[in-house]
T-cell receptor, first 110, second 120 residues
Framework: AQSVSQHNHHVILSEAASLELGCNYS??????LFWYVQYPGQHLQLLLK??????LVKGIKGFEAEFIKSKFSFNLRKPSVQWSDTAEYFC????????FGAGTRLTVKP | SAVISQKPSRDICQRGTSLTIQCQVD?????MFWYRQQPGQSLTLIAT?????????ESGFVIDKFPISRPNLTFSTLTVSNMSPEDSSIYLC?????????????????FGPGTRLTVL
């Protein structure tokens, strides 16, 4: 089965700083890739997804991610974070089922 | 897209008892799953619920502890048996629409709101 690793456990940024969260997966076949966000005390919310086509995917709230097949990576980016982006971010990989990374906690200081 | 509902939304249970969580999808989906999210942790796949046959469990999860049923394409139950405080968690139902039966492009996965379980 596929597996996912997120390199950053906890990221602390100031408002307006740029964000990049790393995600690598291991699987030899075709996969679909996702980023989810979970705000404190709330449910998972889909930020963006990649199935095929343009490897640069734009999602909600100004987030984007780039699929680099040669690196098995799907990093999440945002050029300028806001305090309201404080949340837990999960990378996920799907083939026959969906597997999640351990998550990255983002804290944005006002 | 598919909309998933779960019952109950939360429960507080005594050690040694069992709780059955129900999951209903509003459209036919090809695959259904159960996940667990322990406090401060990521989502961990418990099992794939197979229609009309035994569920497929991930390593570390067994049928005696987490019996699962899926009598049709849109409904599944997860039972947490002989509960202990370590079972306190959020349990999420998920459905994958591989074929686009729910009107989307296919290969989309949807999540229910979760059931927050506290075991005393």
């Amino acid at each position: 089965a596929q597996s996912v690793s997120q390199h950053n456990h906890h990221v602390i940024l100031s408002e307006a700083a740029s964000l990049e969260l790393g995600c690598n997966y291991s699987y030899g076949g075709t996969v679909n890739l996702f980023w989810y966000v979970q705000y404190p005390g709330q449910h998972l919310q889909l930020l963006l997804k990649y199935f095929s086509g343009d490897p640069l995917v734009k999602g909600i709230k100004g987030f984007e991610a780039e699929f680099i097949k040669s690196k098995f990576s799907f990093n999440l980016r945002k050029p300028s974070v806001q305090w309201s982006d404080t949340a837990e971010y999960f990378c996920a990989v799907s083939n026959n089922d969906m597997r999640f990374g351990a998550g990255t906690r983002l804290t944005v200081k006002p | 897209s598919a909309v998933i509902s779960q019952k109950p939304s939360r429960d507080i249970c005594q050690r040694g008892t069992s709780l059955t969580i129900q999951c209903q999808v509003d459209s036919q989906v090809t695959m259904m799953f159960w996940y667990r999210q322990q406090p401060g942790q990521s989502l961990t796949l418990i099992a794939t619920a197979n229609q009309g046959s035994e569920a497929t469990y991930e390593s570390g999860f067994v049928i005696d502890k987490f019996p699962i049923s899926r009598p049709n394409l849109t409904f599944s139950t997860l039972t947490v048996s002989n509960m202990s405080p370590e079972d306190s968690s959020i349990y999420l139902c998920s459905a994958m629409d591989r074929e686009g039966l729910a009107g989307g492009p296919g290969n989309e996965q949807f999540f229910g709101p979760g059931t927050r379980l506290t075991v005393l």
